[in-house]
Structures are given as structure tokens and as C-alpha cells.
């Protein structure tokens, strides 16, 4: 990683206000006036946190032109969390590899009962 | 979309890790038993390969799975089967080479039909003691950036005065 982004990184977390927020988008994407809402905090106050995170590259907005969700990114956070978020992010692909898997079986298993009806 | 992976603490000493697929039991179950299924999706990490998979599927058997990155390193993880009852439940002792499990854990794994043909996967890690199960949870956000920010003192201190960019 850059240092200029690694900086970017260290200074959005060194914030308990930010480091919640990701907390929170951790669990799903949510818009601004969603993550406003536990902080007690102004929907403008949210946006400079969410701004100082979109620079570090940890945040992002999805492409959904009413709510324009905010989603976490991975890859800045990687170096920067915890053994469970990596084990949880590893059991995430497998299963993701796995799902595309049992797509195949379930085919196989169709067209060989397709078969032994005929 | 099935759902992501849901990682909780339970009780003193268990991790659980549930997880919903679009296929029936009989398939899930098959997918975490025979080598060749196996060795096709439980690869880990990016760059890594599941490189040796041998199961010996009846109670007391043993299973054995290697890992490795195109950069060299290897990772493996042994275990034994306690309990086998085909497709609803599998019951294991497991041991990482590395140990980061602070000793070994017993592993059950139910495959339970949720309907539509569906399957919710539920592992439990139980561990050797709440200290290993809590140190597998240093997970919370405060403890993750507290370890990252040690990392970085690391790195920082090897680097010459005058040289930090």
C-alpha cells in the first residue's frame, strides 16, 4: 500500500465516530441519513466522516441514484483488522466458490433424472 | 443471494459460522466430504490452493488438507472424525500445523433443509478454553486497529530517522 493512502487510512480510523461507522456498513450498505441516525449527529457532520473514509479508499458509494448507499471496501482494511474479519472474509469466498459449485451439482443431478425417466 | 457468512460467539469456549446455499443437503454434505468437490471451492485466501485433500470418511478416520500460495508457502490442518451421519452431520477434532486456534477444536457441522430445497450450514468451533476462543475473537474493530497500528510501529521502527516518507 502507498504511503499517502496508508496515512489516509490510520488518520480515517484514528476516529471512534469513523471507526462505528464502518462498524455499521460492516453489517450492509446503508445512506447517509441511515448511518446519521445512531450518532445523533447531523446528516453534514456524517459527510465529512464519510468523506475522510472515501479518500482512505474504505468507503464507497453504490450506484443507486436515490439512496446512494455507502459500502465498506476491503482491500485498505485488509492490513488493518483483526484474525476474525480475515477468517470471515476467507469463509466468504469459499462459500462464495462453493455456491457457483453447487450449481453444478444441482445440474448434474437434473439431467441425470431427466435421463432415468426416459 | 443466499446470505453472508455469520460468525458469533457462543457460550464460554464456541465460535458458530451459519451460512444458507441453494441446494439441498445431500449436496452440501457431499461437497464437504469427497477430496475432488473439496479441493474445487475450500482454497482459501486469494493466491492459494487446497494442493492435497485426503479424507478418510468413517468415524475415527482421519482427513488431511494442504494448502498453497503460487508464492511457496504452505499451510496444512489435520483432523479426525468423531461422529458421521450422512447428509445431516459431521463431528471432528482439528489441529491448524500452526495452531493458531491457541490448541485444537471440535468441529460440528449440521446440515439443516430450511425448505425450497435449501440448506442452512451451522459450524461450531469449540475450543480448548474461553482464553483460546476470546483471542479468536479479537475481532472487534478497536482491537483489530490496535494490532494494525503495533504492526505499523514495527514497521516504522525499522525504518532510518529522516527516511519515513
Not at chain 1, 4 to 19: C, G, N
Not at chain 1, 42 to 70: C, F, N
Request: proline share 5%.
Amino acid at each position: 500500500m502507498e504511503s499517502d493512502q496508508l496515512d489516509a487510512v490510520f488518520t480515517a480510523l484514528a476516529d471512534p465516530t469513523r471507526r462505528a461507522i464502518l462498524a455499521r456498513l460492516a453489517e450492509g450498505e446503508a445512506s447517509v441519513a441511515e448511518l446519521a441516525m445512531p450518532f445523533k449527529m447531523s446528516q453534514p457532520a456524517i459527510s465529512k466522516h464519510l468523506k475522510m473514509l472515501e479518500r482512505a479508499g474504505l468507503v464507497s458509494t453504490a450506484v443507486d441514484a436515490q439512496r446512494r448507499p455507502r459500502r465498506i471496501e476491503g482491500a485498505p482494511l485488509a492490513g488493518a483488522v483483526g484474525w476474525l474479519e480475515q477468517y470471515r472474509e476467507v469463509w466468504e469466498r469459499n462459500y462464495e466458490r462453493l455456491d457457483a459449485l453447487l450449481d453444478e451439482m444441482k445440474a448434474v443431478e437434473a439431467k441425470a433424472r431427466k435421463g432415468s425417466r426416459q | 443471494m443466499t446470505g453472508k457468512v455469520s460468525i458469533t460467539a457462543s457460550g464460554e469456549r464456541e465460535l458458530v459460522i451459519t451460512r444458507l446455499f441453494e441446494a439441498p443437503p445431500h449436496l452440501v454434505f457431499e461437497a464437504h466430504t469427497v477430496p475432488a468437490l473439496m479441493k474445487r471451492w475450500f482454497t482459501g485466501p486469494e493466491g492459494w490452493t487446497l494442493a492435497t485433500c485426503e479424507i478418510d470418511l468413517r468415524p475415527g478416520g482421519t482427513y488431511r488438507h494442504e494448502w498453497a500460495h503460487e508464492d511457496g508457502r504452505k499451510m496444512g490442518m489435520s483432523g479426525t472424525f468423531q461422529e458421521i451421519d450422512p447428509p445431516h452431520r459431521l463431528v471432528a477434532t482439528e489441529l491448524f500445523d500452526e495452531d493458531w486456534t491457541g490448541g485444537g477444536t471440535v468441529n460440528t457441522q449440521t446440515f439443516e433443509p430450511v425448505g425450497d430445497g435449501r440448506t442452512r450450514l451451522t459450524t461450531t468451533v469449540l475450543c480448548t478454553s474461553a482464553e483460546a476462543r476470546d483471542s479468536m475473537l479479537q475481532s472487534n474493530m478497536e482491537a483489530g486497529i490496535a494490532a494494525s497500528y503495533a504492526r505499523l510501529d514495527a514497521v516504522l521502527a525499522d525504518v532510518p530517522i529522516g527516511k519515513v516518507a
